[in-house]
């Protein structure tokens, strides 16, 4: 998906990385494993990080590998998802000192049977995360969680100690909503630090973004924010 390309020639990737040096960061890394070394042809400059257990594993499983990244303020943003700039300026900015987590709330204006579990859904209650993964569609949900997550200082160092000191013992265990702690989601961790008591706020971002499902929904997007620019002038 990251190399999935646009009428223009920029692929998924390159979005990305538009997106962060935009708002001047620089220090930046890919977790992966499928078609990895193709994306390193591609980006040679990109520091990367490899999940040899990709095919029997998702996306904590590729954070546990990329464990020793997270100093500092640190922003996870899914490989298969694009946004403009002002998405990640706003993430930053909403509150450095804490977790904040990009939300669309226009979910809720699509069509979807009541009750349907969906994956990527929150509830949000006065800007604080109260849900987050896997959760029936009803009037309670605030929006959907896009993929990308700003952390601070003291929520990485958790994330740290977390690793070093459970993460190995809970291998092939149920952990949150994963029947599998190596099959676990970015929701499934935050659901984790919010029963540790961290406060989790959610962004809601707008319509700046999309999930690139195929290889129509990055020129989908592009010829959207492009109309939105002209509408603007």
């Given at each position: 998906?990251?190399?999935?390309?646009?009428?223009?020639?920029?692929?998924v990737?390159?979005?990305?990385?538009?997106?962060?040096?935009?708002?001047?960061?620089?220090?930046?890394?890919?977790?992966?494993?499928?078609?990895?070394?193709k994306?390193?042809?591609?980006?040679?400059?990109?520091?990367?990080i490899?999940?040899?257990?990709?095919?029997?594993?998702?996306?904590?499983?590729?954070?546990?590998?990329?464990?020793?990244?997270?100093?500092?303020?640190?922003?996870?943003?899914?490989?298969?998802?694009?946004?403009?700039?002002?998405?990640?300026?706003?993430?930053?900015?909403?509150?450095?000192?804490?977790?904040?987590?990009?939300?669309d709330?226009?979910?809720k204006?699509?069509?979807?049977?009541?009750?349907?579990?969906?994956k990527?859904?929150?509830?949000?209650?006065?800007?604080?995360?109260?849900?987050?993964?896997?959760?029936?569609?009803?009037?309670?949900?605030?929006?959907?969680?896009?993929?990308?997550?700003?952390?601070d200082?003291?929520?990485?160092?958790?994330?740290?100690?977390?690793?070093?000191?459970?993460?190995?013992?809970?291998?092939?265990?149920?952990?949150?909503?994963?029947?599998?702690?190596?099959?676990?989601?970015?929701?499934?961790?935050?659901?984790?630090?919010?029963?540790?008591?961290?406060?989790?706020?959610?962004?809601?971002?707008g319509k700046?973004?999309?999930?690139?499902?195929?290889?129509?929904?990055?020129?989908k997007?592009?010829?959207?924010?492009?109309?939105?620019?002209?509408?603007?002038?």
């Amino acid at each position: 998906t990251s190399l999935i390309e646009d009428q223009y020639g920029e692929s998924v990737l390159k979005w990305i990385l538009n997106a962060f040096k935009s708002n001047n960061i620089e220090k930046i890394s890919f977790v992966g494993g499928y078609e990895i070394e193709k994306i390193g042809k591609k980006f040679p400059d990109l520091e990367f990080i490899y999940n040899a257990n990709w095919k029997n594993s998702s996306v904590l499983e590729s954070l546990y590998h990329a464990r020793k990244l997270l100093k500092g303020p640190v922003i996870l943003s899914y490989g298969d998802i694009v946004y403009t700039s002002d998405v990640v300026e706003k993430i930053i900015n909403y509150n450095p000192d804490g977790i904040s987590v990009a939300y669309d709330s226009k979910f809720k204006a699509k069509p979807f049977n009541h009750g349907e579990i969906k994956k990527n859904l929150v509830k949000v209650n006065e800007n604080l995360i109260q849900e987050i993964g896997f959760l029936p569609v009803d009037s309670n949900i605030s929006g959907e969680f896009i993929g990308m997550i700003y952390f601070d200082s003291t929520s990485t160092n958790h994330i740290i100690n977390f690793f070093k000191n459970h993460y190995l013992g809970l291998r092939g265990k149920p952990f949150k909503q994963a029947k599998e702690i190596e099959y676990a989601f970015l929701t499934d961790l935050l659901m984790y630090l919010k029963s540790e008591g961290l406060a989790i706020h959610g962004v809601d971002i707008g319509k700046n973004w999309a999930e690139i499902n195929d290889r129509q929904s990055l020129p989908k997007f592009v010829m959207g924010t492009k109309s939105e620019t002209l509408e603007r002038l």
